[in-house]
């Protein structure tokens, strides 16, 4: 049988509800294949963004979301997708390898028409074995069981002594309507770490956009006093606790521990089927956490194609050549620190 040509377009408005559907049932598709992404790249980074489907017969069989990243301190690249840890090519199961081919394909021509130094997808699977790959990043993703008590004992000794240490010190856990109590906690957090951190506006902006689908949990002390925080994001059966923040206390009263599985547990009852950890960094603390709870790493593969450079670049904290920007970073004042942090930080990606 003849099959229909298929056609590559770009996402525009009225699209949005179409593409949307297709992520949501699309097996590879992730949160992060979501349209809004468009606008929140857009407008609250002020980077370009390249939002690609394919069509058949009138059913979108393909989608690719991209952003370009130009920064005279980081470089410039075409990337799927930018702040986001998952991305590449979703298609449909019986799509076909020329759909994914021809997507690529108007990639690399998008990418050399950009003048760009590279290309990256951000794929949870390996896709091209030949192409360069970034090795430095795993993802964390395990089984939520229906009750939630079995879901306590799934979690190891140890780790499961922490959280009832945090139990045990009285701990609560609150859903904060805004993210005012985040920022303040994660703000102060990265800047502790030596990193900058991502404009409040754009915490704000996920919560309009993403609605219930985007939920901060935050734990204080029995006298209200904050300890933890992190924003979620809910994406057909799975949650993503995506962004975090810890006051210099929560470490002794285990406010963290006690923060993940308060999420774990209202997950469970939310009808949720995945804990998604997320991405960590091997070999940092993160990546030992989410290993003490009985998590195994699978790795990410983000791959690339290079144009103007020789090797997959190296734009985060592990390289030698950041270290006197970071220890710089950790001495400044949090308010001046939140200033100048989003205009460094809109070029990471």
Not at 10 to 15: A, G, I, R, V
Request: glycine share 6%.
């Amino acid at each position: 049988m003849h099959r229909m040509p298929i056609k590559i377009k770009p996402l525009s408005p009225e699209h949005a509800t179409r593409w949307d559907a297709f992520v949501r049932a699309c097996p590879q598709a992730t949160f992060f294949h979501l349209s809004a992404w468009q606008d929140i790249v857009r407008t609250v980074f002020r980077h370009r963004t390249f939002f690609l489907f394919a069509e058949r017969d009138g059913q979108i069989v393909a989608v690719l979301p991209l952003a370009e990243v130009k920064s005279r301190l980081f470089g410039h690249a075409l990337t799927s997708l930018p702040f986001c840890v998952y991305g590449g090519i979703a298609a449909d199961e019986g799509a076909g390898e020329e759909v994914i081919a021809l997507l690529e394909q108007e990639a690399d021509t998008l990418a050399r028409q950009l003048g760009v130094q590279h290309l990256e997808y951000r794929n949870l699977e390996l896709r091209h074995e030949d192409w360069p790959r970034q090795d430095l990043y795993v993802t964390f993703r395990k089984e939520i069981l229906p009750d939630a008590e079995a879901n306590m004992l799934a979690i190891p000794r140890k780790q499961r002594a922490m959280v009832r240490k945090g139990i045990k010190n009285g701990l609560v856990s609150h859903i904060d309507p805004g993210v005012d109590r985040f920022f303040a906690l994660y703000a102060d957090n990265v800047l502790r770490h030596g990193t900058p951190a991502m404009p409040k506006k754009f915490f704000q902006r996920l919560k309009d956009t993403f609605g219930d689908d985007c939920e901060v949990l935050t734990v204080t002390d029995a006298d209200g006093r904050l300890l933890s925080s992190v924003l979620s994001f809910y994406f057909r059966d799975e949650v993503l606790p995506y962004y975090a923040g810890d006051d210099t206390a929560a470490r002794d009263l285990a406010a963290n521990d006690f923060k993940y599985w308060e999420l774990m547990r209202r997950a469970c009852e939310r009808g949720c089927k995945v804990f998604d950890y997320g991405r960590s960094k091997i070999g940092t603390g993160p990546y030992s956490f989410k290993k003490n709870w009985g998590f195994e790493p699978q790795s990410l593969s983000y791959e690339y194609r290079l144009y103007k450079r020789d090797s997959v670049p190296q734009n985060n904290p592990m390289n030698p050549k950041y270290r006197a920007f970071i220890a710089l970073w950790k001495r400044l004042p949090v308010g001046v620190a939140n200033a100048i942090g989003p205009h460094i930080v809109r070029n990471l990606g």
